[in-house]
DNA sequence: GTTCTAGAAC
DNA sequence: GTTCTAGAAC
């Protein structure tokens, strides 16, 4: 990046120390005819702002009057170097206007787009009313040139190297947007993606909720259902206004970038191809959160890129969460905008550099840590699998680029000169194909959970070597101190966690440090978007993180000292029956996806994690997490306390009942037949096929939630 | 020899 | 809560 930030002479800081008070700067383009309201939106965003702004505007940048492209540029790129965050109040209304100020983003600056998408008719009125506007562009005239001007718009994309674009739609939304950026502080930031797009995806983004608070606003419920567009930005208005967006700095999406797998050296078929990575693609998305998937190709005309694109948009998959790109996949943060934390590398079965393509061209990019790192994992790798390595904060993959983890995958070959070709075996090479993703996709998953798990440190935090660093913080919290979460909270965590140690009611209850994680996800949502599926006002929702069914949320309570089920009393009341509505709604949520699941909510008696959690999960139990006694007893035995009963005993007398933990060492037996089984293999192999009929208490009171048969 | 569990460590 | 692994059970 050419562009350095200049300190004064007599700079004592640490190298660190700069690094974290350094702010990500900002580059905002608006986009919109002339009258669409770009100068106001600047204004009004900058007035008073805790962020130093600057207003490139090409109706006066030339000394007052109006000037170049050039000379907007020039003057961007002088703002930035002062420090500030710039808008660019210009047309930009086509790609091409747009790609140079795109290309001012890299590691310290980011791009973001703000559309403002008003009626062609507001905006001419708006033009030919006004008098004294700074382009003079007045009076009968405005109608013909905004008219012109909205026949070549392209609307902006996220692969043209935008990190962040918002579309804007009345006068509501551009309120909405403008509040967000007036109120953004020097080192918050926004959330990546795309934002209030009006399409023909009626697909709901739930990614966008839990960004704001105040949800309670709304008529919650039903939020998610049916979300057709003016909804979502109405929830986006009423949210904003009450409680801007704060992030730490260093958030960023989640982003895998891969390259399509076996269809250039392996010269797999495109068709079959492209329909494989849709799929799998839709697959993983839900499981992934707000995380992002980006197809990755070198060539602008790529014919895979486009049979991608078509297919993802005819299943109508969330083109902010899934979406092709056009670059480097070594250089796309500094060459194309687009910070992807994982990227996945088309291997050999070596997991060797050369070969040309993407895997020569990562391992270059890399250096020789690749290689190392990737010894330690692994020396060879068969078709359909895939090995996650971290790179080292040394490689310059990490440093230059913010990426943390190569995943290497290895595709089917039906190249016959290369090793394992399958000679045109197309139903075993879409087999393998297919497992490829699944690795692959799973690699990354596991990426996404682990650094949701691990608590971030505070800015002040300064250590060189990331290995290093985790010990640290794992030592820290060993003595429960100094972690971030208590230095940003209340006392009450603070005196809370000293009361674990030491006498009285609450105090018989140490918590380990695994064991906090809830409680930290509930007081912080906002630092864990990976994992949170919703936030309200007082309720939380996450998917469970080792699921132990199909489907397996959490919906847990945010208020402090409510640790579990035995701490319950009647002023909780309320709070439990929101608790129990919101897990219904996700019940049907779930099966409008697949209306045979049945559900079951209910409470451990004695929680292993610190934060009251109702589990919301289906009964098929059909899941890899679910490994030992304690996991299935947990969940079918009188241990589980339905919600409808811990509502029905804490209205009548005041507290629920709690079932002892004994119940969790008993024999393993089915949760329909009540067979019993001698191990865990056993029972699951049985229960995978047992279609009796639930037992009769279950059967009662709406304990479990099951779709009327049709 | 392999499968599975239980308990320690985190 | 999970992961790891020794040793029991088969």
């Known amino acids: 990046m050419e562009v350095q930030i200049e300190e004064s002479g007599k700079n004592q800081t640490s190298p660190e120390s700069i690094e974290a008070d350094k702010a990500k700067q900002i580059v905002v383009l608006l986009i919109g005819p002339p009258g669409s309201g770009k100068s106001t939106f600047c204004d009004t965003a900058m007035r008073s702002s805790h962020r130093p702004w600057s207003r490139i505007c090409q109706d006066i940048v030339n000394n007052g009057k109006a000037g170049t492209k050039a000379q907007c540029l020039k003057m961007a790129t002088d703002s930035l170097r002062e420090g500030k965050s710039v808008f660019i109040d210009r047309c930009n209304l086509d790609r091409e206007q747009r790609s140079e100020f795109i290309k001012l983003g890299g590691p310290e600056f980011e791009v973001h787009a703000v559309v403002l998408e008003l009626p062609a008719q507001v905006c001419i009125s708006r033009s030919v009313k006004r008098t004294g506007h700074e382009g003079n562009l007045q009076g009968g005239r405005a109608a013909a040139v905004v008219n012109k ?112 797998i076996s ?29 992002r998937l980006v197809l990755v190709d070198l060539s602008r005309g790529s014919k895979i890129l486009s049979l991608v694109k078509a297919k993802a948009s005819q299943k109508n998959i969330d083109s902010a969460k899934f979406f092709t790109f056009v670059g480097d996949i070594t250089k796309l943060r500094s060459e194309g905008g687009l910070h992807c934390n994982v990227i996945a590398n088309a291997t050999n079965w070596r997991l060797k550099p050369g070969g040309g393509g993407v895997n020569a061209a990562i391992f270059k990019a890399a250096g020789p840590d690749l290689e190392t ?11 359909g699998k ?53 690795s ?26 990331s290995g290093e660093d985790i010990k640290e913080d794992s030592e820290r919290n060993k003595k429960y101190k100094g972690s971030q979460d208590k230095a940003v909270t209340n006392n009450l965590e603070s005196e809370s966690l000293e009361d674990t140690r030491g006498s009285g009611k609450k105090m018989s209850k140490g918590w380990n440090t695994w064991a906090l994680a809830l409680h930290s996800i509930a007081m912080h949502p906002e630092r864990h978007e990976n994992v949170v599926l919703e936030y309200l006002d007082n309720i939380v929702v996450i998917n ?35 608790m129990h509505n919101v897990g219904l709604k996700w019940v049907d949520r779930f099966q409008n996806e697949d209306a ?23 009964q098929d139990f059909n899941s890899d997490s679910l490994k030992n006694k304690k996991h299935w007893n947990s969940f079918t035995t009188s241990f589980f306390r339905d919600s409808v009963d811990v509502l029905e005993e804490v209205n009548s007398q005041g507290k629920a009942n709690v079932a002892s933990e004994d119940l969790l060492k008993g024999e393993l037996r089915c949760n329909r037949c009540r067979s019993a089984h001698p191990n865990i293999p056993k029972l699951k192999s049985h229960v995978r096929s047992c279609h ?3 037992p009769d208490h279950l059967l009662q009171n709406n304990r479990l939630v099951a779709r009327a048969e049709t």
């Open 149 to 260: 001007m909205l026949q070549s718009k392209e609307l902006p994309k996220v692969n043209e190297g935008f990190s962040r674009i918002m579309f804007c739609y009345s006068d509501a939304d551009v309120d909405n947007a403008v509040n967000m950026y007036n109120k953004l502080g020097p080192m918050d930031t926004l959330p990546s993606g795309c934002f209030g797009e009006k399409k023909l995806d009626t697909k709901s983004q739930p990614g966008i909720m839990k960004f704001f608070k105040k949800v309670s606003a709304l008529p919650a419920s039903s939020s998610n259902e049916a979300t057709n567009t003016t909804r979502k930005a109405d929830e986006m208005t009423a949210n904003v206004r009450v409680s801007p967006v704060k992030l730490g700095s260093a958030d960023i999406v989640p982003t895998l970038a891969f390259p399509s």
């Open 263 to 291: 269809t250039a050296d392996f010269q797999f078929d495109l068709e079959k191809a492209s329909d494989i990575i849709v799929e799998k693609a839709e697959e993983f998305l839900s499981k992934l959160g707000t995380a």
């Open 373 to 383: 790192a990737t010894r330690v994992r692994a020396n060879t790798l068969l078709p």
């Open 386 to 438: 895939a090995v996650v390595v971290p790179l080292p904060s040394t490689c310059p993959l990490h440093n230059a680029e913010g990426i943390t983890h190569v995943i290497h995958v290895l595709g089917p070959n039906m190249n016959p000169n290369r090793p394992d070709n399958l000679n045109n075996d197309y139903t075993k090479g879409c087999k393998t194909l297919r497992e490829a993703y699944t």
């Open 440 to 465: 692959l996709f799973e690699g990354f998953l596991s990426v996404v959970q682990d650094q949701s798990k691990l608590p971030k440190r505070s800015s002040q935090t300064a250590v060189s070597d």
């Open 544 to 578: 469970d993180q080792y699921p132990k069914a199909r489907k397996h949320v959490l919906v847990l309570a945010r208020q402090e000292s409510l640790d579990g089920l035995e701490d319950v009393r009647k002023e909780n009341l309320q709070l439990l029956q929101e």
């Open 596 to 618: 045979s699941l049945i559900f079951r909510l209910g409470y451990h008696s004695v929680p292993s994690m610190r934060q009251l959690h109702l589990h919301v999960i289906s």
């Open 692 to 694: 009796s009929q639930f």
